[in-house]
């Protein structure tokens, strides 16, 4: 068999964790190609609730390994902190794998990330300061530290004493902070290694391998397709390719891998951070949004209250053409239960014009005006449901126009957190 990709198609927080572990149980591997720990998967299960920064989503399922790719830049106190959690929660940790050629985010990167982004001001991108885009640009400037080093630390910190001393001069030269302490980051180092040591490997070995036996395998996204680096709202966007492309570089696979690539859409949109965000709606109206469900609209990395639209068409349909969707995922469905109608954003007035395209360009996207299309709701409620032929008939006419809209057709419809709490409309994943 081969892989599937799970990919977020709109801003983020679509929901991915929850369909990845849903989907996790007829997997070998579940691959992460992207991101940092920037990205929050919750997923709901027997095993209770989890909240993801790194370990990908298919780790409740025993015979899943679990695969950070090469593509990651890895916190390892983040990562102890989320292997611990699972080993205390009664599950098996040996199943997770780091990629020996996954960058670390080392302390001087949280440190710069959060500096930088005070300095930017009022021009601020709205990054997690999580260390995520210093740790990518050190890797592009080829003084990054990779994971499969903290196997020979003696090697290592030959090698950091030139590094720091670069970083302290931007530290107090630049923003006047104080510099690091080098026997500080000697005792990380030394208290990593033995933690994280088991775990790593070549993960595009575990990965080809099982390719090579006809099992499946779902590749993870992190953050969504609309922050990618390249064809995200630039620069308001993320410091990797959460897009189909990073998939490839990001785990060592090749394009005739792919089975299938399905994009995960909310039935509506959220966005956290800065940005242009054409159908963003406010106050009260936003709220019911915000508060609504068992989990509400709360980031999962850093409980910012997210940004609410109706889900723009316009962004959709480009998120799908750069990606090659083959297949959509609508999740939190039943948030838009009791409403009479729905708003759907079907082109944009950009200076008195209509256009259908997505503009890339930050600044045209933040002329533009959402031109809607109202969709007849239902007042029948389909949280929980898990039968495709209990959904109400306008919950039904609602996800086909967003079929139509999109040209692509629905797959999964999510319709509450928990792993049961989904509808196969048609499936992702062929049965054997």
Known sequence: MPAYA?????WGDEGKGKIIDFLAERATVVAR???GNNAGHTVMNEHGTFKFHLIPSGVCWPNTANVIGNGVVVDPNVLIEEIEDIEAR????????VSDRAHIVMPYHVQLDQLQEARRGDSAIGTTGRGIGPAYLDKVDRSGIRIGELLDTEDLTLRLPEIIERKNEILTKIYGADPIDIEVIFAQVREWAPKLSPHIRAAEDIVAQALE???NIILEGAQGALLDMDHGTYPYVTSSNPTVGGALTGLGLGPRAFGGVAGVYKAYCTRVGSGPFPTEIFGEDADVFRNAGP????????GRPRRIGWFDGVAGRYSARVNGFDSMIITRLDILDGRESVKVCVAYELDGQRIEKFPIDAVLLERCKPIYEEVPGWTETTAGLSDPNLLPAGARNYVEFLEKLLNVPASLISTGPERHQTIVWRPIIPEA
Do not use: K, P, R
């Open 6 to 10: 799970v990919i977020g198609a709109q």
């Open 295 to 302: 989990v509400g609209e709360f980031g999962a990395t850093t």
């Open 33 to 35: 190609y992207s991101g």
């Open 90 to 97: 009664g599950l098996d940790a040996s199943t997770i794998v």
């Open 213 to 215: 036996n006809g099992e």
